[in-house]
């Protein structure tokens, strides 16, 4: 909660402003979690959770069981972020009275979530309490992306295994699959990414994204490059982006099976030793193409200041995965405020697997951006609250519609 | 503007102090504009005006339609503390009345600074209303330094020529004729840059400077370097800093020419990956030249920090560049006033190349330098608000005074 | 001094809380100061005074007359954190009265501190007043560990020589005479380690610990290893820690002799470019062994906190050396309350050589956490100050009892 009163007033303002949600990982076909599980199976929470001391053994239960177990570590990670996204969830969403979520809650919060979660209109309340008017999805490149409102929810091509994993078998028989092609060699493959960019863009799709590894540098491929070569494909996807006017959503940073044995999706961390001038060849070679950039250590986020004031096609955006916590969201938000056009900010994403975490991430955002446009930009006199309130519009709704054209 | 008034009072007494700025680009022929493009044609503004979406050739006009078309580009940048300070010179020393600059005020702003700065005495108004006393420059190693006041614009000899582009002719050429001396080998060379030296403290000069790539790392030449190897040349540049006494400017991080297709000027960039370690053999064989270390990324600031609390020849400088912005300085800053001597800190330089820019980018720093003053210092009742400004003119005056001999 | 009342009243309450330091280098023969000397021989002091100008020789002196050279240029650092530490002793352990240290006061500090000192029950003053119960040493492999209490010393047998000197014929010569096995292979090197954690554990031994290298980056070794590679004895040493159940304190990211003219203990620097990925396989490799890191650098401190985020056996431990400041601490400590399981956060260490820096450096952590605290949990509706007061429990006392056993 915010205890300045300048602060709540801004956002007071700011909750008014129906945002779009740039990125997220939301199954387009169950939208909302159906129970709590697929709350607290985040693993945001598993992994939490194991690293507190929980045995990764007591995830493989029921459901129900599942929720208990997690919920029954709960109180060990009660200071984090995570925990209070999910008593904001719990209050906000499930009617929760508690000011706290203790083993003893686990059977009344699982019914209130049964309670709640099995109502009709359910994601439409969500979606409405979290004032969110569209959510980009994460569609692998074989989705058919059919039966669901592409208005409300915004495809988006994700494209790691096309750039990582293409010399696996199995991914090769699915771009044959969904492209009719069989990949061997450069120009095949060509054929078969606009095959994806032809169908994804005919379904509404608005971005190409992407998460990559510290060490990643991409470079212009020689003309006779053979075999699946990261790099190269990464060059075609930035080509067909051009071609088909896509925004790139490059996530930088990411190492993944670090922990080897820890919870799924709970095992990737990072190299902190990692460049933008690793980019500067691609950023050069495509200036028609807006690469929307994310940076998974907040130590690059001065990289991500510099380049996005360099490069007029470079966008900073959201606050990712382990610079998704207040400490970090707030110290790179003043440096972009600072130095960074307005018009280039894409303020957040929610990166949510199901619609609930919309809002305790949204708002988590809402009020550091309050805050910061109330101590920075209204009391030191460059904006008045009308001002700011602007300016969060832009970062929250009007940049994203713009640069992603939806 | 501050709003805390233990700041605003210390910021009343902060300005009080006249003060020296120890780096600029100041052409001392012509040190203030003559006309408000050579405000707006800073390269910041017009990057990142062009980063926001302007045309490069926007800028290919008349002064006048230059001014006009950054001028209708700004709205998109006026969250930037590059704005603010064009709207601070356009308020405090043209009387511009507006509380914002839009589109519309191009003409009759244009107007107004053809007034003020058509004054006789412009320069030293601004100077004044600054309080700059002395402003150092940066000099071609072949200026020949006359025909100005070098007490009020002291020389100081720039490098960066000589040590990274002694390979091309026209280089050599403009050595030559500086010195008299053809240079072919070690001896040539180290004889010419000692006919440099003799010529430019003969003049007043009170620094060497040069600007590096991340990725430099100065080591002792091996005996028989031939050639015009980058680090033999800084060494002989170390070598003729001890002898002639004069402190060696150190700024460190740019890569250059990174935005092959950025406005004049906005093309450099940087790579976060670099440290001072690089420097420790240098540091270590020459005690008794004192380096002025800047350093581009506010990442390096903790070594920046660590190595000046260690090292009695190394000593933290400015704010430059990429971290000249509200938010790096205030934690650069802190960090500094806790672990270094306060004998040792030069706590900021203009980097200006007109001299109307001395007023908002020291105003930017004195109001940061009060804050960090009030609450670290008075507010922990470890200075009175008399020692506090005791220190600000440490940072601002005297520590550049006696560092510099000047 | 907090001028905040909220975290006033917090830091009242925390103060009560009898901690336990989990570093130092206290000898438990000689655990308090004898005089000033001891004091203001620390190495915080000698590089600070030397790199803001003062001559080594200075130092080679009785130490009276040490004590004064050293107070004699305190005024040039009057300004950081080391200087109110003295300033904290001088006030509240030896009844000095005024608010600053000039050299006129050292005769007079000379002799409170001599007759302070001479007292009995010192040591237990000191202690007491310091709110401290147990402090853990840092013992060399060969200590015998005999003649002082190890329920309040706790003995940690430190292993650098071990891993980074045992090519050097004396280390090995101590091993031998400690051990009774000269060690010439990979498996006499076993037993002498073996023979070593015996002894230490059956003398209450809590913790192994050592400081590494930034490029350090330990590797399962190969079976026919041979020699004493670095990598290999310290995979040894985590063999042990996992045998013994001792957890293994790694100090990562010094550079030792960085300065080569610097006074003893003032030489070491860094290089920022390093990351905990280097100590995947590690972690990785014994999950049994809990690993209580402390980094070097600040801005590893995200790295620090993710990898505690996903690792059950990583631990982020204090804040080290150069990090040891107040805006390095409260930016570091918010990103570890926000994001790592409150149960696995080890506050803060003294790293000191003599009981009276406890105090100080306790009371600047204490007000820092006291001041996050308010912020961050109070004041945003997280924790009512109770529970508050129960995290700084957590943190300074009850997580370093339950991780290390004591």
Not at 5 to 17: F, N, S, V
Not at 303 to 312: D, G, K, Q, R, T
Request: net charge negative; charged share 25%.
């Amino acid at each position: 909660m915010l205890h300045d009163r300048l602060a709540q007033e801004l956002y007071a303002e700011i909750l008014k402003i129906p945002l779009i949600d740039p990125h997220s990982h939301i199954n387009p076909h169950s939208p909302a979690a159906k129970n709590l599980d697929e709350i607290l199976g985040y693993h945001y929470y598993t992994e939490l959770a194991h690293s507190a001391g929980m045995d990764r053994k007591l995830l493989e239960a029921s459901p129900k069981e599942r929720v208990k177990n997690i919920i029954g570590h709960l109180a060990d990670l009660d200071n984090t972020a995570q925990y209070s996204w999910f008593l904001e969830i719990a209050r906000t969403l499930l009617d929760f009275q508690g000011d706290k979520i203790t083993a003893a809650d686990a059977p009344a919060l699982w019914d209130l979530a049964q309670k709640h979660m099995a109502q009709r209109d359910w994601e439409d309340q969500v979606l409405h309490k979290s004032h969110i008017e569209k959510v980009f999805l994460t569609n692998d490149f074989d989705d058919p992306l059919e039966g669901f409102d592409t208005s409300r929810y915004v495809p988006c091509l994700r494209t790691d295994d096309l750039v990582f994993h293409l010399d696996k078998p199995e991914v090769r028989q699915r771009l044959a699959k969904a492209t009719g092609i069989e990949v061997g060699d450069a120009k095949t493959l060509r054929s078969a990414i606009t095959k994806l960019f032809e169908h994804f863009t005919r379904k509404g799709a608005k971005a190409c994204a992407i998460s990559l590894p510290p060490d990643f540098s991409p470079r212009s491929p020689a003309p006779q490059t053979v075999g699946f070569e990261p790099s190269a494909t990464f060059w075609l996807l930035a080509e067909h982006c051009r071609e088909f006017k896509l925004p790139f959503d490059l996530m930088i940073g990411v190492n993944r099976k670090v922990y080897k044995e820890g919870v799924y999706q709970g095992q990737d961390l990072f190299d902190q030793r990692t460049s933008l001038i690793q980019y500067a060849e691609l950023f050069n070679a495509f200036p028609e193409v807006k690469f929307c950039v994310s940076v998974l250590s907040s130590n690059q986020n001065q990289e991500l200041v510099s380049y996005a004031w360099i490069f007029p096609n470079v966008y900073p955006c959201g606050h990712w995965w382990y610079s998704n916590i207040p400490a970090y969201i707030q110290s790179d938000l003043r440096a972009r405020l600072q130095a960074v056009p307005k018009t280039k900010l894409i303020g957040y994403y929610s990166d949510m697997y199901k619609l609930e975490f919309g809002l305790p991430k949204f708002n988590m955002y809402r009020r550091i951006l309050a805050q910061v446009l109330a101590e920075d930009f209204v009391r030191a006199r460059i904006y008045n609250e009308h001002q700011a309130v602007d300016i969060a519009r832009l970062l929250l709704r009007d940049n994203v519609q713009r640069i992603f054209a939806v």
